[in-house]
């Protein structure tokens, strides 16, 4: 399955924006879906995942309560995120996984290409 990370874009401090990841090859049905950011000069870390029914969730501690994930359709999970930061500035890359659900990056297989997300302060 191929997957493309969207979506990203400029935007204040405390704004908002809504990213989409799109399979091609295949459906995210079977899959569980991750989202990871990756600031500069920083590794890259988790922020979301969903399983692949959409029944278990996990977040990032620093997310929690402002970033939604969420598994559309067969073939593309959504993250809405919502009162932006600056620490939220960074490459935004969507991930698949045979697991059910992951919170590291070592288990998903396959990897998109990302969307820069930047909030102004």
């Known amino acids: 399955v191929q997957l493309q990370a969207s979506g990203g874009g400029l935007v204040q401090a405390g704004g908002s924006l809504r990213l989409s990841c799109t399979a091609s090859?295949?459906?995210?049905?079977?899959?569980?879906i991750g989202w990871f950011r990756q600031a500069p000069g920083l590794e890259r870390t988790f922020v979301a995942a969903?399983?692949?029914?959409?029944?278990?969730i996990r977040y990032a501690d620093a997310v929690k309560g402002r970033l939604t994930i969420s598994k559309d359709n067969v073939n593309t999970v959504d993250l809405q995120m919502t009162n932006l930061k600056p620490d939220d500035t960074g490459v935004y890359y969507c991930?698949?996984?045979?697991?059910?659900?992951?919170?590291?990056?070592?288990?998903?297989?396959?990897w998109g290409r990302g969307t820069q997300v930047t909030v102004s302060s």
């Open positions: 090859g295949g459906t995210l049905g079977t899959y569980g």
């Open positions: 991930a698949a996984t045979r697991l059910v659900v992951a919170v590291t990056d070592r288990a998903y297989e396959f």
């Open positions: 969903i399983s692949t029914r959409g029944d278990n």
